[in-house]
């Protein structure tokens, strides 16, 4: 994936991201508002009125308001039962390809391209864990205490996005992954003790696999690299390298030459600092043991 330019907005891990609506920024719009036509345009020489056909798919009408104008991404299984009420011959399930592509906000959607091309990822998280390490329920969790607050309907796309881009774990040809935690973040407990409870498990599963390194940065250490907060490199296939770096409200892709450097010599330098994925490992059940 080729990169335009040094500071590029993406989002990872933390929900401080902003709103999306259906094509804010991005293409994603108009297949979204040609799939809502087509909708319409089946319901109506069906002989259905909004009402009618809501009941017959089991959505309200003014779901199905909110679909005919492209002011709600379809879900697959609303396709199917839609294409099927309507006679529509799979006409409208077809789609459902093109919705897949856009279902999701375009920098996360970025963001998953660049994974999918990576054969490395290193990642440092310092206030919550990685996004590609989150449990579902602790993922929706974080969305769910952002502020301003989502609605339901953005946090259940998020969570989506997010859990899709955790397909790099079974990708082949399998990516090397590695990944420092702060103590901290092994502690906070987000969504309540129990997601702790489960998402540390979750932590102590993903690091057992062969291509996977997690290491812990413990609290007590006084020498630290990485109080620049949170960064992400990937080397991609074609021998190239970005880095993300995550702030308040906004986020930078970095791929200037220099400036890599520097974030591979951050990077190289808190693995070094921190346990090792032997001693991590060991420290996550510690921890897990006292939660």
Same mark, same amino acid.
């Given at each position: 994936?080729?990169? !335009?330019?040094?500071?590029?907005?993406?989002?990872?891990?933390?929900? +401080?991201?902003? !709103?999306?609506?259906?094509?804010? @920024?991005? +293409?994603?719009? &108009?297949?979204?508002?040609? /799939?809502?036509?087509?909708?319409?345009?089946?319901?109506?020489?069906?002989?259905?009125?909004?009402?009618?056909? %809501?009941?017959?798919?089991?959505?309200? $009408?003014?779901?199905?308001?909110?679909?005919?104008?492209?002011?709600?991404? #379809?879900? #697959?299984?609303?396709? +199917? *039962? &839609?294409?099927?009420? /309507?006679?529509?011959?799979?006409?409208?399930?077809?789609?459902?390809? !093109?919705?897949?592509?856009? *279902?999701?906000?375009?920098?996360?959607?970025?963001?998953?391209?660049?994974? &999918?091309?990576?054969?490395?990822?290193?990642?440092?998280?310092?206030?919550?864990?990685?996004?590609?390490?989150?449990?579902?329920?602790?993922?929706?969790?974080?969305?769910?205490?952002?502020?301003?607050?989502?609605?339901?309907?953005?946090?259940?796309?998020?969570?989506?996005?997010?859990? =899709?881009?955790?397909?790099?774990?079974?990708?082949?040809?399998?990516?090397?992954?590695?990944?420092?935690?702060?103590?901290?973040?092994?502690?906070?407990?987000? @969504?309540?003790?129990? /997601?702790?409870?489960?998402?540390? $498990?979750?932590?102590?599963?993903?690091?057992?696999?062969?291509?996977?390194?997690?290491?812990?940065?413990?609290?007590?250490?006084?020498?630290?690299?990485?109080?620049? @907060?949170?960064?992400?490199?990937?080397?991609?296939? +074609?021998?190239?390298? /970005?880095?993300?770096?995550?702030?308040?409200? &906004?986020?930078?892709?970095?791929?200037?030459?220099?400036?890599?450097?520097?974030?591979?010599?951050?990077? %190289?330098?808190? *693995?070094?600092?921190?346990?090792?994925?032997?001693?991590?490992? =060991?420290?996550?059940?510690?921890?897990?043991?006292?939660?």
């Amino acid at each position: 994936m080729s990169i !335009d330019n040094d500071s590029t907005d993406y989002t990872t891990d933390g929900a +401080d991201e902003p !709103d999306w609506e259906p094509g804010a @920024g991005d +293409d994603s719009g &108009a297949v979204i508002a040609a /799939v809502a036509r087509q909708i319409k345009l089946w319901r109506e020489a069906a002989g259905l009125k909004q009402t009618e056909f %809501g009941t017959a798919v089991g959505y309200g $009408e003014n779901q199905i308001y909110k679909l005919e104008a492209a002011k709600r991404i #379809p879900r #697959p299984e609303f396709l +199917d *039962r &839609a294409d099927e009420v /309507v006679g529509a011959g799979g006409k409208l399930s077809a789609m459902k390809k !093109d919705i897949e592509e856009v *279902r999701y906000p375009k920098k996360v959607r970025d963001l998953a391209k660049l994974e &999918a091309e990576a054969v490395e990822l290193g990642a440092y998280g310092n206030h919550n864990m990685h996004g590609l390490l989150q449990t579902e329920e602790y993922t929706q969790a974080l969305f769910e205490m952002r502020r301003p607050a989502y609605s339901r309907d953005e946090i259940a796309r998020q969570v989506a996005a997010r859990m =899709a881009r955790q397909e790099i774990f079974e990708r082949q040809p399998l990516p090397t992954l590695t990944f420092v935690q702060e103590e901290v973040t092994l502690r906070r407990p987000i @969504g309540g003790t129990m /997601v702790l409870r489960r998402q540390l $498990e979750h932590l102590l599963e993903v690091g057992k696999l062969r291509h996977v390194e997690i290491q812990v940065m413990p609290t007590h250490r006084e020498d630290h690299a990485g109080m620049g @907060g949170q960064l992400q490199l990937l080397k991609l296939d +074609d021998g190239s390298a /970005v880095a993300h770096w995550e702030g308040q409200l &906004a986020s930078r892709l970095i791929s200037n030459p220099k400036d890599l450097r520097i974030i591979e010599l951050r990077y %190289g330098i808190i *693995r070094s600092q921190a346990l090792t994925p032997q001693e991590s490992l =060991a420290f996550i059940e510690k921890v897990l043991g006292e939660t």
